[in-house]
């Protein structure tokens, strides 16, 4: 009787203790997101999830990483562990996504990198410095516009980036210019420019011209990027900006696209059909690095020579 006493005493113990740790976790992760008032501060829950995975997961709790409050976050949920010796903090962490917000005329770009609660200062994982855009945040994609995808640069989120149309009131070709719109088959270019010396309107501009847009880019020995999806641009002595770009795999059913292109920093450089957008370049000295080109977008119809092409192989 006594033995079994002793264990029933020790299980009461280690019941206890294991309680203890799992509240010490949701106490840290409850202050960690008790802040509120920004996109970045605010957790889409309160409440730790104690039955999550110790990994990393990118679900969020209202998503497309939506606050009670309405603003977007960077941060997606609160996940929570117990190691085996009862203590939960090794696995008690913050879930961030790969976004993009703009939040008090900042935009800021947040990695899909996991954040120790131990190490959790209110933020997600910045990637990349912040950008101030000159005339605040963009107000026609809500409170705090945010995108996914990270390859659209980051001033696509300011007001100075949103389209203008054909008769708006300007007083320089600054005036006129913004992102690409999407329609019904992909992006749209606006090609404006200033009547200054009439109207002080917008009126309809040429769009840019690349004389070898598309055009093969006199490369060979492609086809490791048959089956690989993500673009690349590639240097290329035969296109008369050096550069050429390469997609395969879901883009094409046999071969890969490949056509000259040129550097941009913004979608109004760009021919109709593509967007300004950040590509993983080769440089001449082998190095890689993520910077902008025009991209086609393989949905938008009519875009030969835009093809897929095996003589590239």
Not at 21 to 48: E, H, I, K, W, Y
Not at 66 to 78: K, L, M, P, Q, Y
Request: glycine share 12%; with cysteine; net charge negative.
């Amino acid at each position: 009787m006594a033995k079994a006493a002793q264990v029933l005493a020790i299980a009461l113990v280690l019941t206890l203790l294991a309680a203890a740790g799992l509240a010490g976790c949701g106490a840290q992760a409850a202050s960690a997101t008790g802040a509120t008032g920004t996109a970045a501060d605010v957790a889409p829950s309160d409440v730790p999830d104690t039955n999550a995975s110790p990994m990393p997961t990118e679900t969020a709790d209202r998503g497309a990483g939506e606050t009670s409050d309405g603003t977007v976050a960077a941060e997606t949920g609160i996940g929570t562990g117990t190691g085996a010796n009862g203590d939960a903090e090794p696995y008690c962490h913050h879930d961030c996504v790969s976004m993009r917000v703009c939040q008090d005329g900042v935009v800021k770009t947040y990695s899909n990198v996991p954040v120790p609660c131990k190490f959790w200062t209110g933020e997600c994982t910045l990637d990349g410095p912040a950008l101030p855009c000159q005339k605040g945040c963009r107000t026609d994609m809500g409170a705090n516009p945010s995108f996914y995808d990270i390859s659209l640069p980051a001033q696509n989120l300011c007001a100075e980036a949103v389209a203008k149309a054909v008769g708006s009131p300007c007083q320089g070709d600054a005036d006129c210019l913004g992102a690409a719109q999407w329609g019904k088959y992909g992006p749209v270019n606006m090609y404006l420019a200033c009547d200054t010396s009439a109207t002080g309107l917008c009126v309809a501009a040429p769009p840019p011209v690349v004389a070898d847009w598309g055009e093969t880019c006199g490369l060979k020995g492609l086809a490791k990027y048959v089956s690989y999806t993500p673009a690349n641009i590639l240097p290329a002595p035969g296109c008369q900006s050096g550069l050429c770009f390469v997609q395969g795999g879901y883009t094409c059913s046999v071969g890969v696209r490949a056509g000259c292109t040129k550097a941009c920093a913004h979608d109004w450089e760009c021919p109709q059909g593509a967007l300004c957008k950040s590509v993983a370049t080769v440089l001449q000295s082998g190095n890689v690095e993520e910077l902008l080109h025009c991209v086609p977008v393989a949905s938008t119809p009519g875009l030969a020579p835009w093809y897929c092409r095996t003589d590239v192989l």
